[in-house]
């Protein structure tokens, strides 16, 4: 077989300051992600070296205000960078996707004196950050949430269980929804919890079938006392902070799945150029040819979508509908084409030998986080046809 390496994605950047910045991600993906992306995926090791260098490089808060260590740059310019990143890993592409979101509400929602008391540890100083919304009996629900915030003289005290919840048990400070009132959304408050409050633990991680180097967890909060000054926003305001993040959050999942797909598509390129049968390579039968170039239109298309989405969100524009189309069609795409990259290598496909089969273990995740693709067409159908009537 002939080692063809893959193509960088021919970006349209809107300055010569991006440009390098997408420069220097390709090279630190090059050379400090992909090399060892598959042993340590099999092995269930997360990365932590490779937070911290991106920390150091000023790639875990690039769509923040550089007043904060922030990188001031646009969505447009951020989803490009966790796409390079999830290209190469998406344990790394998602988890800077998932420590952006969690740094959100703070960023958005909080007081100036928050801001600069927490925000430059968060954005640059080495702090890896997990997002907590979801909980054992409260997925799609999520305004149903039953953990519990309870004042006590000028401190709030947490206790409940969250699940699903990414770095958790080793993330730095977790940023927590939890109910402080009445039923349902309004009665819920966001707080931002270190994660060394007493109280706080996480589960063993779940064992999944895919990115098994991103430990996923419950995060149990046992009579967690924070003060009222990490209260993020006004009470009742949680689960509208929650929402906004998730928005947000989606472009991030959107963007990580067209990384993925676009390296799934490398890898079926190179086999099919590579690999001879019947004189010839495969690449040269129909079928397969096809079959490739519907792969790369698809890709093509979730990044316009995605793009699209997140220049709507740098203009100030309402971009809800948006990333919601963006998340479903991204992470479909990634999907199909990494179950057709299988499909293209065969029964080499289906080894460990190549990462073709990674690649379609890891998509189907990427179908569920941040808001299912069946929660997703939910939210295309209420900005079209209004809420479901009762």
């Not at 792969?295 to 309402?318: K, V």
């Amino acid at each position: 077989m002939l080692d063809r390496a893959p193509q960088p994605v021919d970006r349209q950047l809107p300055t010569d300051e991006a440009r390098d910045l997408i420069s220097l991600v390709r090279d630190i993906a090059q050379r400090e992600v992909a090399p060892k992306a598959a042993e340590e995926e099999d092995a269930g090791r997360f990365p932590r070296e490779v937070f911290t260098l991106l920390s150091e490089s000023g790639l875990l808060g690039l769509p923040y205000d550089s007043e904060y260590g922030g990188g001031d740059q646009p969505y447009e310019v951020y989803l490009q960078v966790l796409e390079e990143l999830a290209a190469a890993r998406l344990t790394v592409g998602l988890g800077v996707s998932v420590h952006t979101l969690a740094s959100y509400a703070l960023a958005a929602y909080g007081t100036k004196e928050q801001q600069l008391e927490h925000l430059p540890a968060m954005l640059g100083g080495g702090l890896l950050g997990a997002y907590c919304l979801s909980e054992p009996a409260s997925g799609s629900d999520a305004a149903s949430l039953r953990t519990k915030a309870v004042r006590d003289g000028g401190d709030w005290v947490i206790t409940g269980t969250k699940a699903w919840i990414t770095h958790g048990g080793i993330a730095d400070f977790y940023t927590v929804m939890a109910r402080t009132g009445e039923e349902g959304p309004r009665g819920i408050t966001a707080f931002l919890v270190p994660a060394d409050a007493a109280g706080l633990s996480g589960a063993a991680p779940e064992k999944k079938m895919g990115m098994k180097g991103s430990p996923t967890a419950q995060v149990h909060f046992d009579g967690v006392r924070v003060p009222d000054d990490r209260r993020i926003g006004d009470e009742g305001q949680g689960f509208a902070i929650a929402l906004a993040a998730l928005d947000s959050g989606r472009l991030g999942i959107a963007a990580c799945a067209i990384g993925l797909a676009q390296a799934a598509l490398d890898e079926a390129v190179a086999y099919a150029t590579g690999r001879r049968q019947f004189g010839r390579p495969i690449a040269d039968f129909q079928g397969l040819r096809f079959m490739l170039a519907d792969m790369a239109t698809q890709i093509e298309a979730g990044r316009a979508l995605y793009l699209a989405a997140a220049r709507l969100r740098d203009a100030g524009r309402p971009f809800a509908k948006q990333a919601a189309m963006a998340k479903l069609h991204c992470t479909d795409t990634a999907m199909k084409v990494a179950t057709d990259a299988v499909q293209v290598l065969g029964g080499y496909g289906y080894t460990a030998d190549f990462p073709a089969e990674r690649y379609m273990r890891e998509a189907k995740v990427l179908q569920i986080v941040e808001g299912t693709n069946q929660i997703q067409r939910m939210v295309i159908a209420r900005h079209l046809a209004g809420p479901e009537t009762r």
